[in-house]
């Protein structure tokens, strides 16, 4: 893959030599704004930049600022300046929400809406005073103005390339600065080891598929060389913690004999080979991290794996024992918050509401929580909460047309809608596995 600062420097490269023959007269003005319309559609290197990733739509504003101050001092360069000034303000709409920097350290994000940059409240920012640019990230703002910016792109109908405004983050908790060296947060999963391998492909960390004759002790490993770090999730064969199951159904294996199953184990952090705590890790990167971890081990997994404990061995730590609600109110505050703006688009709006870190839904048969850390849903019975498994195949023919919302679902928001949809219309239910839950004999 070519990285998208050598994308960025050959569409510039394509754009000094495509230039020239951009218009520059015409009848009327109406005529020549139309003949360059149509230049700017046809031009190939726009037309590139145009189709680009987001990385190269950053890679490109990051060099922009140097490439028209240079050309701009060439004479007969209007052409080119005219047209690397169409570049940047494609980028700009194309650019996932900017921060920009000015040689005394002041810094203003902002954001590209009606042609013209914005701040948080919707006012247009002069950037003539700025010269870097860098990408945002919720955790480089307050509470009061990350709210601003979901108020903004929700209310102007924002659609960003990927999730900025919406975006979950993680930071250090009380527990995983006990155990210092490593996390335990998602330790304890028991997941399908073909799906999390493509998982890792597609979020670029390095894992091979093992099993428990061969390469039985590879590690899924993502690196960020620009801070000289590289993180570990540590993964397990089910039979190396408890050899008793290397019989059992948990040690099944493909017919190249790669085991199915792995179960989820401590993540940990490296600066130059050397082990860095979890709270010297910088906090984007260790957001970033727990984010993956966390994608991991919802979309792969199987269910609890009960033959985990703390491996101590691999590190100086503490056991956690168990799941604390108040380690990740970020986190269901930001789902509680996308579910509060959605549902009033949907058909159970009227049945559903937000309680605390819970959705509750209202169906005809009885009411239902589903938890917005986890995902875990119940049927609020009148001695007990009776918790409730819910087949994928029923979840699946959910069908959620949320389209329309500049809103991007992870995949535990999508999980506790879908939910909401089947418990909301619980008369409906054919699902014989799921009826025997709801009126267990």
């Known amino acids: 893959m070519i990285e998208p600062d050598t994308q960025a420097l050959a569409i510039y490269d394509l754009m000094c030599s495509t230039s020239g023959d951009r218009p520059f007269s015409g009848n009327s003005v109406e005529e020549l704004s139309r003949k360059i319309r149509d230049w700017q559609i046809t031009n190939p290197a726009l037309l590139i930049l145009r189709e680009s990733e987001p990385a190269v739509h950053v890679a490109f504003l990051e060099r922009s600022y140097e490439w028209l101050k240079t050309n701009g001092q060439v004479r007969g360069s209007f052409r080119f300046c005219a047209t690397l000034t169409d570049a940047i303000a494609l980028s700009l709409q ?9 040689s005394q350290g002041t810094e203003q994000a902002a954001l590209c809406m009606s042609g013209k940059m914005c701040n948080s409240s919707g006012e247009s920012v002069d ?4 010269d870097q640019v860098r990408l945002w990230h919720p955790l480089s703002t307050d509470p009061a103005e990350l709210r601003r910016w979901r108020d903004l792109v929700y209310k102007n109908g924002v659609r960003q390339p990927f999730r900025q405004a919406f975006r979950e983050f993680y930071e250090v908790t009380d527990a995983e600065r006990e155990t210092r060296l490593y996390s335990n947060r998602f330790a304890g999963i ?5 799906q999390l391998a493509s998982l890792c492909r597609e979020r670029e960390w390095e894992y091979r ?13 993502k690196r960020f060389d620009s801070w000289k770090i590289h993180a570990e999730f540590h993964v397990d064969l089910p039979s190396d913690r408890n050899p008793s199951l290397g019989d059992s159904a948990l040690s099944e294996e493909s017919g190249a004999g790669i085991s199915l199953f792995v179960g989820s184990d401590q993540v940990r952090f490296y600066r130059e080979l050397r082990e860095v705590g979890v709270d010297e890790v910088p906090a984007l990167v260790y957001s970033e991290i727990m984010r993956d971890v966390d994608l991991f081990t919802t979309v792969c997994a199987v ?4 033959t985990w404990s703390d491996q101590g061995d691999r590190g100086m730590g503490v056991i956690v024992e ?3 609600i108040h380690e990740v109110i970020a986190i269901i505050s930001l789902r509680a918050d996308m579910l509060s703006r959605m549902l009033p688009h949907t058909p159970i709006a009227d049945r559903c509401k937000i309680v605390k870190s819970w959705l509750e ?5 009885g009411t239902y929580r589903i938890h917005l850390g986890w995902g875990g849903a119940a049927l609020i019975a009148e001695k007990a909460i009776r918790w409730l498994k819910i087949p994928q195949k029923v979840l699946a023919e959910v069908e959620l047309n949320l389209k329309d919302l500049p ?3 992870d995949y535990r928001v999508e999980l506790a809608l879908r939910k909401a949809y089947v418990l909301a219309d619980d008369w409906k239910i054919t699902s014989s596995e799921l009826v025997r839950q709801l009126f267990p004999e």
């Open 322 to 324: 168990e799941f604390d």
């Open 407 to 409: 809103i991007d679902l």
């Open 190 to 194: 028991l997941m399908r080891q073909h």
């Open 361 to 365: 839904v209202r169906g005809q048969l």
């Open 127 to 130: 950037l003539s005073v700025f």
């Open 209 to 221: 598929l093992m099993g428990a004759h061969f390469d039985g002790s590879n590690v899924p490993t």
């Open 303 to 306: 269910g609890e794996d009960e």
């Open 94 to 102: 194309a650019y996932p929400q900017p921060v920009f920097r000015n």
